[in-house]
């Protein structure tokens, strides 16, 4: 009868053992199942934050056409764009931020908030590219950088300045008799925005017909074909 008894009184510690054990998993995976919905959510807000960063993806006026497009290959991305007027300039802005995620796209939000004092001061593309340069620094502490493209055009005389940090060159798509060429427009390019190298940013001025078509774009459209 004793040993009867000590194996009933086995088979019921394994029992609860299990049962125990079992309920710790089951604590653990509500745990785990609750902070990846939160992290979702948390992502998704992030995202719909990140999509008011953008301009309106069609602008037309007497001078300019703007089309534009962007999807992120995850729910945050460290790329970013923007255009403005002032005056009889126009500007358009392009960025990508090293890496991916929230990180980069923080840094995005700290352009969009720059630009937002720039296009309301007088000064010249190269000040901006400073200007930009400390504020990717400051917002990082020097572990994101970015590359950036401000390109000015006077709509008035026609003429195009552009400021190159590190950003993807160009392509001009100019109408050649019944057919379209295409090519890159060669630009002096400066170190990236965030390095704080005191490197005093040049601007370009190249040349675009009426009819030439300039592409901007960040190195996802190619690292993505």
């Known amino acids: 009868i ?31 199942t609750a902070n990846k919905a939160r992290m979702e959510s948390e992502l998704k807000t992030a995202q719909i934050v990140q999509q008011t960063l953008f301009p309106k993806n069609e602008y037309e006026s007497a001078f300019i056409q703007i089309k534009g497009f962007y999807n992120s290959a995850s729910e945050c991305g460290g790329d970013w764009w923007y255009y403005f007027e002032r005056g009889h ?22 352009a969009r908030a720059l630009f937002s004092q720039i296009e309301r001061t007088d000064i010249s593309i190269e000040e901006m590219m ?62 990236r925005l965030g390095e704080l190298k005191n490197t005093e940013r040049k601007t370009h001025q190249p040349k675009l017909e009426d ?7 960040t190195d996802g459209l190619v690292s993505n074909v």
């Not at 055009?153 to 057919?179: F, M, T, W, Y």
Request: hydrophobic letters at 40%; glycine letters at 6%; proline letters at 5%.
């Open 130 to 191: 400073t200007s930009w340069d400390i504020c990717v620094a400051s917002c990082s502490n020097q572990k994101v950088m970015m590359t950036g493209l401000i390109m000015e055009i006077d709509c008035l005389s026609g003429d195009v300045k552009v400021a190159n940090a590190s950003h993807e060159l160009p392509i001009r798509i100019s109408q050649q008799n019944e057919g379209f060429e295409c090519e890159p427009l060669l630009l002096p390019v400066g170190p």
């Open 2 to 32: 004793e040993k009867i008894a000590d194996c009933g009184s086995d088979e019921i510690s394994k029992l609860t053992s299990g049962f125990n054990q079992r309920s710790t998993e089951i604590s653990r995976l509500l745990i785990e």
């Open 211 to 217: 009819n030439d078509k300039p592409i901007i774009y």
């Open 89 to 110: 300039k126009f500007y358009i802005v392009i960025a990508d931020a090293t890496g991916h995620g929230t990180p980069a796209a923080l840094i995005t939000s700290a």
